[in-house]
């Protein structure tokens, strides 16, 4: 009997320690976790933060589709592209609905400028889109666009 009671009080012991071990672990991811909170390394959203990344989409206005010869030698290539442009803030600048005929020549300049072979791969398009994106910015004199996207892009 002795024994046998040995061995029930040392499975009670070990069973204790067991749940003290757990409970600090328990403790120690607590006061990390409040460590880190109380440092500020833990992002914590407010409400005014959570309506600027609502806004991280700015305005979109659909241009015109282009329909440009490219400049490869034969002048058999023509591009017909269709595209909108976001900007920063959430409504089109009044600045570029009175440049958007100077954007539009720009735009047929550039396009007409290219070969075949620089615009057919992805590299290609978003080597053009950057293009695109400075010049109009250059042409507004301030940075107001902040992408384009094409949303038809056909070369014959």
Not at 6 to 35: D, H, K, N, S, Y
Not at 38 to 59: D, F, I, Q, R, S
Not at 87 to 113: A, H, I, K, M, Y
């Amino acid at each position: 009997m002795v024994g046998e009671r040995t061995q029930a009080e040392a499975a009670g012991r070990g069973g204790t320690r067991r749940t003290l071990a757990a409970l600090g672990g328990l403790a120690m991811v607590a006061g990390v976790a409040g460590t880190a909170w109380w440092l500020g390394l833990v992002p914590v959203h407010t409400e005014a933060e959570a309506k600027v990344e609502e806004l991280a989409v700015g305005a979109l206005l659909p241009l015109d589709p282009f329909i440009a010869n490219l400049a490869d030698e034969d002048g058999r290539r023509y591009l017909k592209a269709t595209l909108q442009v976001e900007f920063f803030g959430p409504r089109v600048p009044d600045e570029f609905n009175t440049r958007v005929p100077q954007v539009r020549d720009l735009l047929l300049t550039l396009f007409t400028s290219k070969l075949f072979a620089e615009i057919r791969t992805p590299e290609g398009k978003a080597v053009l889109r950057d293009e695109i994106v400075s010049r109009m910015n250059r042409v507004l004199n301030k940075d107001l666009v902040k992408a384009v996207y094409f949303t038809e892009f056909i070369v014959q």
